[in-house]
């Protein structure tokens, strides 16, 4: 069975940074791609970066140069490396993996497994 775990969530001021973790079980990075997605109070779940199985990575526009995905292969693990955090940031952070995931991988309607999420809060 396919699980991913999120870890690294927490409160951090305005301008500081988080690095979140995605310990994944039953795949392989190869054969899956993965996304990082959040969902702020009252808004729908957004993509926020994603890594294809061939590697190819992908962010939100209005969060490229401030946020950054990267992969452990050996170790399962997922992670978000996050800098110069708003407050417009704080959101439910999840992670996600879908076999070879087509079309946008920023949708979070292609991803089928998905997390319980870290919740991410940025003070003023």
């Known amino acids: 069975q396919v699980q991913v775990v999120e870890s690294g969530g927490g409160l951090v001021q305005a301008g500081g940074s988080l690095k979140l973790s995605c310990t994944a079980s039953?795949?392989?990075?190869?054969?899956?791609?993965m996304g990082w997605f959040r969902q702020g109070p009252g808004k729908e779940r957004e993509g926020v970066a994603a890594?294809?199985?061939?590697?190819?990575?992908t962010y939100a526009n209005s969060l490229k140069g401030r946020f950054t995905i990267s992969q452990d292969n050996a170790e399962n693990t997922l992670y978000l490396q996050m800098n110069s955090l708003k407050p417009e940031d704080t959101a439910m952070y999840y992670c996600?993996?879908?076999?070879?995931?087509?079309?946008?991988?920023?949708?979070?309607?292609?991803?089928?497994?998905w997390g319980q999420g870290t919740q991410v809060t940025v003070s003023s």
């Open positions: 996600a993996a879908d076999r070879r995931c087509l079309g946008s991988l920023l949708s979070p309607s292609l991803y089928n497994n």
């Open positions: 039953g795949l392989t990075f190869d054969d899956y791609t």
């Open positions: 890594i294809r199985y061939d590697g190819l990575t």
